[in-house]
T-cell receptor, first 115, second 112 residues
């Protein structure tokens, strides 16, 4: 199994530009999470999808952030317009609801730098 | 508001020593307590997890100790090795929930 796949791995952009981060969850997993990691705030949950439906987006910082999951094998996180304070590592994670621990498997992350 | 408090922020241990990382929580609805290990440039990976019906769980050199009355849990790494150098995160969530509440992480360095 290839694990959770994220692209790009690194993104450098200028303030005001649109940024799109992509995630392919593990096949067969029906839950997907987007996290943001910074030194100051640690790992924060941005949004949670279950069966492609957004269940909890209370962690999305503001309207500049949006996420979609058009099908079970693909999700995007978009920032428009981007700002320097959005610089962080963004992780996607997936899990299968069945099982005793419902373990979340994280992707390698996308390091975003907004200049 | 940080629901899981983790300490220390950083830790240096000599090879062969014991590394101890502590976490505390307030929400009594939390029923699942995993520890994640993260290497530079990688995503966090589940290391070991415990439910509060047991006070200790051991997997190889890694042990979780759980104190339900004190609402604290800790990770012990026995015979620490340089390859254990990583950032460790504790987390907690209700058993039926989905949102993991992460501690802020502990950067562990094991010196040769």
């Amino acid at each position: 199994d290839a694990g959770v796949i994220q692209s790009p791995r690194h993104e450098v952009t200028e303030m005001g530009q649109e940024v799109t981060l992509r995630c392919k969850p593990i096949s067969g997993h029906n839950s997907l999470f987007w996290y943001r990691q910074t030194m100051m705030r640690g790992l924060e949950l941005l949004i949670y999808f279950n069966n492609n439906v957004p269940i909890d987006d209370s962690g999305m910082p503001e309207d500049r952030f949006s996420a979609k999951m058009p099908n079970a094998s693909f999700s995007t996180l978009k920032i428009q317009p981007s700002e320097p304070r959005d610089s962080a590592v963004y992780f996607c994670a997936s899990r299968r609801l069945a099982g005793p621990y419902n373990e979340q498997f994280f992707g390698p992350g996308t390091r975003l730098t907004v200049l | 508001q940080q629901q899981v408090k983790q300490s220390p922020q950083s830790l240096i241990v000599q090879k062969g020593g014991i590394s101890i990382i502590n976490c505390a929580y307030e929400n009594t609805a939390f029923d699942y307590f995993p520890w994640y290990q993260q290497f530079p440039g990688k995503g966090p990976a589940l290391l070991i997890a415990i439910r509060p019906d047991v006070s200790e769980k051991k997997e190889g050199r890694f042990t979780i100790s759980f104190n339900k009355s004190a609402k604290q849990f800790s990770l012990h790494i026995m015979d620490s090795q340089p390859g254990d150098s990583a950032t460790y995160f504790c987390a907690a969530r209700p058993d039926s929930g989905y949102a993991l509440n992460f501690g802020k992480g502990t950067s562990l360095l094991v010196t040769p």
